[in-house]
């Protein structure tokens, strides 16, 4: 029970704390966004729990699965708002980019903070397990917020290097990421075909080991990913980026012009 409670430390909560730790970096000095964001993913995620067994029954029964991947394609979609509002020339709208980082959280946190409620209610009623897990939610937690400080050292350090496109970097590649990872859900209700594995690290670094757990929350590493995975991944991925590369130099030429 010790080990299954830090695995879904590592699996469900450190997505929600890389996310914070990026946006938390990457956006202007008002952070009253980021607690507020936080009340309302958690009220949400309260919300979802209590009507999980209305929301499964919609769309004749995939409702749950819609539901996650719907939310992960909006916190997805919402990085690239923000290198939009990255490749304005004129100021950015601050309220309204704490809005978007807002709804990434709070959705990152119905989607993969609601596993703990769920978990929690499940064990929290048979006594002989508490202690480990009481013991596990420490050490998850610990591990949690240990590697959020690196992060955002690291995040912090390149924004100073290479300015605000760096830490929208890493979240654009940790949005992809999850973004690839949430194509299995279609998989499950049959919106689309499952295709072949394109490879198997497994060997090297298991899904199942904590570094695979890392990997994945970073920037969506899979041991067996499918080819549907990948070829989402890649496009997802690099497709905004040489987008925003051209608007950069678009608007580099042309005030290049105007001089």
């Not at 010790?2 to 450190?14: K, S, Y």
Request: hydrophobic share 50%; glycine share 6%.
């Amino acid at each position: 029970m010790l080990i299954n409670t830090v695995i879904l430390f590592l699996r469900d909560a450190l997505p929600i704390f890389v996310l914070i730790v990026y946006l938390y970096e990457h956006l202007p000095a008002n952070k009253l966004w980021l607690l507020k964001s936080v009340i309302a993913g958690a009220l949400l995620s309260f919300l979802y729990i209590n009507q999980i067994n209305i929301i499964s029954q919609w769309f004749d029964g995939k409702g749950i699965e819609l539901f996650l991947w719907v939310s992960q394609s909006i916190v997805y979609f919402s990085t690239l708002i923000l290198a939009y509002e990255l490749s304005r020339n004129h100021s950015t709208n601050r309220l309204f980019l704490h809005w978007v980082a807002g709804l990434m959280i709070s959705l990152t946190m119905v989607s993969k903070g609601s596993n703990f409620v769920l978990y929690l209610d499940g064990y929290l009623n048979q006594s002989n397990v508490l202690q480990s897990i009481l013991i596990g939610t420490f050490l998850g937690l610990g591990i949690c917020l240990s590697l959020a400080t690196l992060l955002y050292l690291a995040a912090q350090w390149l924004k100073q290097r290479w300015g605000p496109w760096a830490t929208w970097l890493l979240v654009h590649i940790y949005a992809t990421g999850q973004f690839a990872n949430a194509l299995p859900l279609l998989i499950q209700v049959d919106l689309i075909d499952t295709s072949d594995t394109a490879w198997s690290s497994q060997y090297l670094i298991s899904n199942e080991y904590e570094f695979g757990h890392l990997f994945n929350v970073l920037f969506g590493y899979q041991a067996s990913p499918s080819i549907d995975q990948i070829i989402v991944y890649l496009l997802a991925l690099f497709t905004p980026l040489a987008v925003f590369y051209w608007l950069e130099l678009n608007s580099t030429s042309h005030l290049g012009n105007k001089q």
